[in-house]
């Protein structure tokens, strides 16, 4: 059994073989394999999307700043 790691606080899961669920010993996350996956894909796909958006931000205010100058 590969030991799972919570997506939300990094805390370890133990695997409940009668309700086929996992569980976090951290912050009482419950959630099926699927679940879990899916938050896993979630949480990777937050990280770049919060990048792009700083990145954008900085942009618009580089723009702002130069435009302002003159
Ligand atoms: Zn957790």
Do not use: N
Request: aromatic share 10%.
């Amino acid at each position: 059994m590969s030991s799972q790691t919570c997506p939300e606080c990094g805390g370890a899961m133990s695997y409940d073989l009668s309700t086929k669920h996992f569980t976090c010993k951290k912050c009482g996350l419950y959630v099926t394999r699927e679940q879990l996956y899916d938050i896993k894909m979630k949480v990777r796909e937050r990280t770049p999307d919060d990048k792009r958006k700083r990145r954008q931000m900085q942009d618009d205010y580089l723009e702002w700043w130069l435009s302002s100058k003159h």
